[in-house]
């Protein structure tokens, strides 16, 4: 795995954090360091999938990367007729995720896409995964994605939702980051790697508040939904269509 070293050395300028074939090279590596219980919310995809999959159905992975979460719904899929639809705006992801799919054998086809996902067709979904991707959309196409999730769904559907979010209390909300920041300096980034690569996400990445994002999957029409996973700043939801 190749190590994440994008933010080392001194940048003059810290340009906008971009999804580009620097970032797809080292992006394992740079999650995993990153994102607190990463691995455990991909391991819980796969478990959720099992559980609520249902024949001739669809499987989305929304902003998938280079797969890991399609990977794991795939590998616990064993409903008849099932297909995995994952999507993707950089062609850097697209084109890795596509080979990494390819190294592992399986019965279950996936379509990988490189579309944005505010203009793909979802319907007929038994699972739709939309992992540390809704927080990239502007604030204003947010309501709509999680509508269109919701109208996609069939009746018994999951929507599994993970962002890194904003406490809307500012106390509580500085105790959270540090305690990120804290969990990167251990996975071994210096202060500056942190500091320059806070400054690439303020404009590209702002996350909402967990009471924005009940609110939001309630308008939706959701009936059903609880956060199953947080650490610091970080969560897991899920949301199922009665
Ligand atoms: N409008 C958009 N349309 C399509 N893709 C988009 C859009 N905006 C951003 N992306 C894509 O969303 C992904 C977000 S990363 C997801 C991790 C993955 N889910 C994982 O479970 O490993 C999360 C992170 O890096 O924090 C990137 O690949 C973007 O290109
Ligand atoms: O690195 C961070 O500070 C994050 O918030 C998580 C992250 C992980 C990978 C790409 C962009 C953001």
Redesign the pocket.
């Known amino acids: 795995m190749q190590k994440d070293s994008i933010y080392a050395a001194p940048l003059g300028e810290v340009q906008d954090f971009r999804?580009d074939d620097q970032?797809?090279d080292v992006?394992p590596d740079?999650?995993q360091r990153?994102?607190p219980g990463?691995h455990t919310?991909?391991q819980t995809?796969g478990k959720l999938t099992a559980k609520y999959q249902q024949p001739d159905s669809l499987y989305y992975?929304?902003?998938?990367?280079?797969?890991?979460?399609t990977l794991a719904m795939r590998r616990n899929l064993t409903a008849e007729n099932c297909k995995i639809i994952s999507?993707?705006?950089?062609s850097a992801?697209v084109e890795r995720c596509e080979r990494h799919l390819q190294s592992f054998r399986s019965d279950v086809p996936v379509d990988v896409q490189l579309?944005?996902?505010?203009h793909i067709d979802i319907s007929n979904a038994a699972v739709v995964?939309?992992?540390?991707?809704l927080?990239?959309?502007p604030k204003t196409d947010r309501d709509q994605l999680i509508q269109q999730i919701y109208n996609g769904l069939k009746p018994g559907g999951l929507l599994i939702l993970?962002e890194?979010f904003i406490h809307s209390q500012t106390t509580e909300n500085e105790l959270l980051i540090d305690l990120h920041h804290d969990f990167k300096r251990a996975n071994g980034y210096s202060e500056l790697e942190v500091s320059q690569k806070r400054t690439a996400l303020e404009n590209v990445?702002q996350p909402d508040t967990l009471q924005q994002h009940a609110r939001r999957l309630s308008q939706a029409g959701f009936s059903q939904q609880t956060v199953w996973f947080q650490c610091f700043n970080f969560c897991s939801m899920l949301a199922i269509k009665s």
């Open positions: 999804f970032v797809a992006f740079m999650i990153s994102v990463y919310i991909i995809i992975d929304l902003g998938c990367s280079l797969g890991a979460a999507v993707d705006n950089s992801m579309a944005d996902i505010r995964v939309i992992n540390f991707t927080q990239f959309l993970s890194k990445m």
